[in-house]
């Protein structure tokens, strides 16, 4: 880059328009105006500027200090030769003086003032006379704009001091850059969005007002086909309001240039500026191409230096390309937004910032901290600079006095369209390839940006005014690569040559392969050159006559530059073969769809001038020849451009007969004739471009009884992916713990006349929509922000028809911290080490395990692979609270097999955690850390693996019961408990296969691989009448005097269904009349211990002494007497020892019913003892007699359910003591005699008492 002309604005002379009751801030920014010519920046009546080696210096004015022997005399023949004069003298003895050239002496060239002023500055220094020679220095007063928004910090990104967590100096260095220029009203920037609200307060005044249309007259006054554009263009509806019903225009357009100085509170990064307004989305924020192209081109016909452009999508667009390539041609920049999805742009393309043009910056965002925002798309190739987009307050179009704070790409690049803005005002004869070089090539280096960005900085506004050429040459062609060529035709590529200024002695080579070697490029002004000796230098090709690619290797050097070689690729296409009149092409005679292309078509003389369109360019003919009558409809729908097209009869193309025609049809650009035929009559078609800014494929569909197609696609969402989530055909209201979701699904054009989907948008929450990847299947991948995220997809076809946006809710769970759940569950690196984090905002998911069988409630998730089978140590110790801690495996939350599981380690007063684990090579294992009741705090997890030999122990259950653990591995040695949890109902009997003790917990001693299986059985209750009778065994007695009904068992139903205890059967009284009383009596050996019934009472009411009753009696003594309607109760008791009489009687008086009159029980539960049964024998087996720790040794005995046995011993065989008394619920009891080993001999026996 070389150095360059700015326009700056003096501090010194104000002129005759100062007014001395503004301040000095307000004065400087009321000033500052653009030049009209030259390159050479001055205010009206102020000092002129330019930039020597980056310094702000006078283009012709040098100041001297003589040498002590030299005088105004003796130097003159140096001022003669240097064509100086002497300006002023300073007074005193400073022998200081101010040179100058003379009045009348011709000023150097546009482009050449610092090379001039340099040469006379040496030619100085060199004469030996002058003591110091140097430039003459501009100096400028430092000015700040005065509105609130940025005095308070608001405006971050233009001023960062730290505020509000932000990190000093990560702005734009906007402070500085105002001391060099504030803008200038002769730039234009084009804001292609959603509108601008032009009545706001702090942008009426800055809004770009068309100079050819008067306002409010409805009149077309500029004839450019659109009516009272004051402000901009509406490229949807194609009228001229441009009026914001979004917002998010009207947001980037006072991030670009909001007025400074004026009583409210924004500022914008360009004071002064014209903002003009393209409406290219609707009120939902959707666009469509054919808007962005119309705004484009718009743009491009009205002068704009700069087209922000905050949308994207992923979808490329050859239309679109195209006219960004227009924009390029026309000297127009183009700053994008890189896109709010979080991915890699240099895999998934975002178009526009990834056309690969170079008038295009793209731009990420950055946060107030300068890190690259979460949500930014990034790319090494296809980002360039980061820019402040978090946390962007600007205007709003909720009224003229709104503003709002978003984040967003979107907001990022209209701070660099707004530096862009400045740099443009420096000088009129600034290019855009200047602006773009001076804007990349002066970033400030930032960490976040490096690697992600192509530049790896932020945008530094003010070292782009002010830098300095740095040797490297920027070289732009024309036509640009990519382009179309005539073939057949001779084509000038015209090289142009800067290293920020214009290098005006470049030498270029190019070569094309079989056309020409080496060629060089001329520059003397002889054609296809313009101007002998500039920056620009040209040559003529032969474009080959049959279409093709070729690819231009360019070679180009300059004096003290570094070389620049580079290749450029072209493809060449004919003239269409129906360009001329009478067409040579033809629809079929029953109609049907052709194709063609206007790229290379022509006018020709004496060609009607179809549809009225005084623009009407690039046409191309059909034949039609029906063989039958009736209407037929002649469509242009999925063209590539904005058509015309017009139907005639006749074979003179200047005496043809009109039939119909049009331009556009309400506000689709590709228009539609419905037209008469007669079967024989031959029909001329002719389909134009609406001006030569827009051309390309041709679609014409021709067709009898034809309707356009009028009705819009439709469009399904089919799959969301995130992260490890993938789900299909997905319900609204999701909820994904992964910023980065991915959306696709399905559209299609649904009626006979469907010419097919264009292009999908996506749109999330108020941003605006975005092109999806793909059309009748369609991807897009988004990022979102936390909360609620809605999402509306709505598909275009290529009739213009846009469907009602699908709305998609998704809701994006932050976890704080990352791993409060199990899917962010984070590695314990390495085999030994220390993790910590913050759980005071962690949580518990739907589905979590209680850890450590504790209520906790704030979890946290790590996870751990041993490399071989070997011992996790962890331990939580140092931790700031009372912690939980589990190990677990398997993958989801709610179905995880613990493994082990600790609260207090095992030391007194320990409130931390330790567990010992045995892990398995490669097995993947879930460490869950929580707090008692709820705890929270910083935790510090150790861990240290040790490899170890390892045996499987493997429990299971029987029915009725789990167990813990289930399948786990162990260090040689282990002590482990086992435990067994009977499920309701249910009781543990005893564990079997390699231990057959009765103990629960189970404590092992872990010495190889062992495996059991508790077993679990029902309850075992007296009678619950499940079996349909009553029991026979117990001692039930339902005899009664004669004509008394007695107690029977009957099935459970209606109302008297015992819902709580459950079964298919119940007790029931006897039906007995007035006066009568039915009792039901139970006998029983017992032992000593609780008894309990269920019982529903349903009977009449009268108090407690009259009406019916029902009653208990336990061994004569009543306990309960009751009456009315109960609903099921249950009634506990205890019985003694030995034989126990239960009686319950139903009692009714003389008189009166009431309610069902009977009594219903259940589940009788009574400690009764079963009556011997001699055939089942009493046993000890060898295999479950073992020592116990402390001595003694244990015994497991089998024998009668539900019997009560005696344990005795005897030194002798002759004189027995009993040891033990034991009852065997399931035949099954165990006991322990701690004397077995203390006495020479002992024997023992088992006894029914």
Not at 355 to 361: R, Y
Not at 583 to 591: F, N
Not at 916 to 938: C, F, K, N, P, T
Request: aromatic share 8%; charged share 10%.
């Amino acid at each position: 880059m070389a150095a360059t002309f700015q326009r700056l604005q003096s501090a010194g002379d104000f002129g005759a328009g100062f007014v001395k009751s503004l301040t000095a801030r307000i004065l400087l920014a009321a000033w500052f105006i653009a030049v009209g010519a030259g390159s050479v920046g001055a205010q009206d009546g102020g000092v002129p500027f330019i930039l020597m080696d980056g310094k702000r210096v006078h283009p012709t004015s040098v100041l001297v200090k003589y040498g002590t022997r030299t005088t105004v005399a003796t130097a003159g023949p140096t001022l003669a030769s240097a064509n100086l004069r002497v300006v002023r003298e300073f007074q005193g003895a400073s022998r200081w003086a101010v040179l100058d050239l003379p009045l009348a002496a011709a000023r150097p060239a546009a482009g050449q003032e610092a090379q001039a002023l340099k040469d006379r500055i040496a030619q100085l220094r060199q004469s030996g006379q002058f003591e110091f020679v140097e430039p003459d220095y501009i100096r400028k007063l430092t000015i700040s704009p005065a509105d609130t928004y940025f005095l308070d910090g608001s405006l971050w990104g233009l001023r960062n001091y730290g505020q509000f967590g932000g990190v000093l100096g990560a702005d734009l260095n906007m402070t500085n850059a105002w001391d060099v220029t504030v803008g200038s009203t002769n730039v234009i920037v084009a804001v292609l969005d959603s509108g601008i609200r032009y009545t706001h307060l702090d942008l009426a005044a800055q809004m770009w007002r068309n100079p050819g249309e008067v306002p409010g007259d409805g009149i077309d006054n500029d004839g450019d086909g659109i009516v009272d554009n004051v402000f901009g263009f509406n490229a949807l509806t194609g009228t001229g309001d441009p009026n914001d019903d979004n917002g998010h225009g009207t947001h980037v357009a006072g991030t670009i240039g909001a007025a400074a100085n004026n009583g409210h509170p924004h500022v914008g990064v360009a004071w002064n500026v014209r903002l003009m307004a393209i409406k290219a989305a609707d009120a939902q924020g959707f666009l469509t191409s054919s808007a962005i192209i119309a705004g484009v081109d718009f743009a491009i016909l009205k002068g704009a230096k700069v087209i922000n452009c905050s949308f994207g999508g992923y979808l490329l667009s050859q239309a679109e390309e195209d006219a960004f390539r227009r924009a390029r041609n026309a000297g127009v920049l183009v700053v994008a937004a890189a896109g709010n999805d979080g991915i890699n742009t240099d895999v998934f393309a975002h178009y526009p910032s990834a056309f690969q043009l170079d008038n295009i910056i793209s731009v990420a965002a950055q946060d107030r901290g300068d890190g690259l925002a979460f949500f930014s798309n990034y790319g090494l190739t296809n980002v360039h600079v980061g820019a402040p987009g978090v946390e962007i307050l600007s205007t709003h179009n909720a009224a003229d006095n709104a503003y709002l704070t978003l984040d967003g790409t979107s907001m990022a690049a209209p701070h660099v369209a707004g530096v862009a803005a400045l740099v443009f005002s420096l000088t009129n004869t600034m290019t855009y390839s200047e602006v773009r070089n001076r804007i990349l090539f002066t970033t400030t280096p930032v960490s976040g940006l490096l690697g992600t960005t192509s530049t790896g900085g932020r945008v530094n506004a003010h070292r782009a005014l002010t830098t300095a050429g740095d040797n490297q040459l920027e070289v732009l062609l024309t036509p640009s690569s990519g382009s179309t060529l005539l073939a057949g035709a001779t084509v000038p590529i015209t090289v142009e040559i800067n290293d920020l200024m214009p290098v005006n002695n470049a030498t270029v080579l190019g070569t094309i392969s079989g056309l020409f070697t080496n060629v060089v490029f001329i520059n003397d002004g002889s054609a296809p050159d313009v101007i002998a000796g500039d920056n620009r230098q040209s040559f003529s090709i032969n474009v080959p006559v049959t279409p093709t690619t070729l690819t231009l290797n360019l070679a180009v050097f300059a004096p003290g530059k570094s070389n620049f070689t580079a290749s450029y690729t072209f493809r060449t296409e004919t003239i269409p073969a129906n360009n001329n009149f009478p067409p040579l092409a033809k629809v079929p005679d029953a109609g049907g769809v052709v194709f063609g292309d206007n790229t290379f078509a022509t006018m020709e003389f004496g060609e009607p001038i179809h549809a009225g369109v005084s623009s009407v360019a690039n046409s191309v003919w059909w034949n039609f020849a029906p063989t039958r009558s009736g209407f037929v409809l002649v469509d242009t729908a999925g063209s590539a451009f904005d058509t015309v097209v017009a139907v005639y009869t006749g074979n003179v193309l200047t005496a043809l007969t009109s039939l119909a025609a049009t331009n556009d049809v309400g506000v689709i650009p590709q228009g539609f004739v419905n037209v008469p035929v007669v079967a024989g009559t031959t029909y001329r078609i002719a389909v134009a471009s609406a001006s030569t800014n827009s051309v390309g494929q041709v679609r014409l569909r021709v067709q009898f009884d034809g309707v356009p197609d009028t009705l819009p696609p439709m469009v399904t969402i089919t799959n969301i992916t995130s992260g490890a989530l993938s789900i299909n055909n997905p319900a609204s209201g999701q909820i994904v713990t992964n910023a980065a979701l991915t959306i696709s699904g399905t559209a299609f054009d649904p009626t006979t006349n469907a010419i097919g989907v264009r292009q999908v948008l996506v749109q999330l929450n108020s941003t605006l929509s975005t092109a999806a990847s793909g059309t009748n299947n369609w991807t897009m991948p988004l990022f979102l922000v936390p909360g609620t995220n809605v999402i509306q997809v709505s598909a275009v076809d290529f009739s213009g028809n846009l469907s009602t946006p699908t709305s998609f809710q998704v809701t994006y769970r932050v976890f704080d911290p990352f791993n409060d759940v199990l899917a962010n569950a984070l590695a314990l690196p390495g085999l030994s080490g220390t993790v910590t984090t913050n759980s005071s905002n962690a949580t518990l998911e739907p589905g979590e395990p209680v850890h450590a069988n504790k209520q906790g409630g704030k979890s946290v998730w790590y996870f751990f692979t041993a490399p071989v089978d070997g011992q996790l140590l962890l331990s939580t110790t140092n931790s700031s609270f009372d912690t939980l801690l589990a190990i677990y495996t398997g993958t989801r939350v709610d179905r995880l097999t613990a493994v082990g599981f600790n609260d207090d380690a095992p030391v007194a007063g320990a409130v931390h955690s330790d567990i010992a684990q045995a892990v398995r090579a490669g097995e993947r294992y879930l460490i869950a850390v929580d707090g008692l009741s709820g705890a929270a705090g910083q935790i510090f997890l150790t861990y240290s693996f040790t490899p170890a030999q390892l045996f499987t122990l493997t429990v299971t259950a029987s029915p009725g019961g789990t167990v813990f653990p289930t399948l786990s591995s162990f260090t040689n040695n282990s002590v482990v408990n086992v435990s067994a949890t009977a499920s309701n109902g249910f009781n543990f009997v005893t564990w079997s296969g390699d231990s057959m003790s009765l103990d629960n917990p189970l404590q092992l001693n872990v010495t190889r691989n062992l495996a059991l299986t508790a077993l679990f059985a029902p309850v075992i209750i007296a009678d619950n009448f499940e079996t349909g009778t009553l029991r026979t065994n117990v001692g039930w007695l339902t005899n009664n005097s004669a004509g008394i009904a007695p107690w029977t068992v009957r099935a459970a139903a209606g109302a008297a269904t015992n819902a709580s205890l459950g079964g298919t059967f119940h007790l029931r009284s006897g039906a007995i009349s007035h006066g009568q009383t039915t009792v039901l009596r139970l006998v029983a050996n017992c032992r000593a211990g609780a008894g309990a019934f269920a019982y529903r009472v349903s009977t009449e009411e009268f108090g407690p002494t009259d009406g019916d009753f029902f009653e208990f009696y336990l061994n004569g003594q009543r306990q309960v007497r009751t009456n009315g309607e109960s609903g099921w109760r249950t009634h506990g008791f205890t019985v003694p020892s030995g034989l126990n009489t239960l009686e319950w009687r139903y009692v009714r008086d003389a008189s009166s019913d009431g309610n069902l009159d009977a009594v219903f029980l259940d589940s009788v539960d009574v400690p009764f003892i079963e009556p011997v049964n001699p055939s089942v024998p009493v046993r000890v087996t060898t295999n479950s007699v073992r020592l116990v720790n402390g001595g003694g040794v244990q015994f497991r005995i089998e024998g009668q359910t539900n019997q009560v046995y005696h344990v005795q011993a005897s030194p002798d065989l002759a004189n027995w003591l009993t040891i033990s008394t034991n009852y065997a619920p399931y035949g099954l009891f165990q006991f322990t005699d701690p004397l077995a080993t203390t006495n020479d001999s002992r024997y023992y026996r088992i006894v029914i008492p």
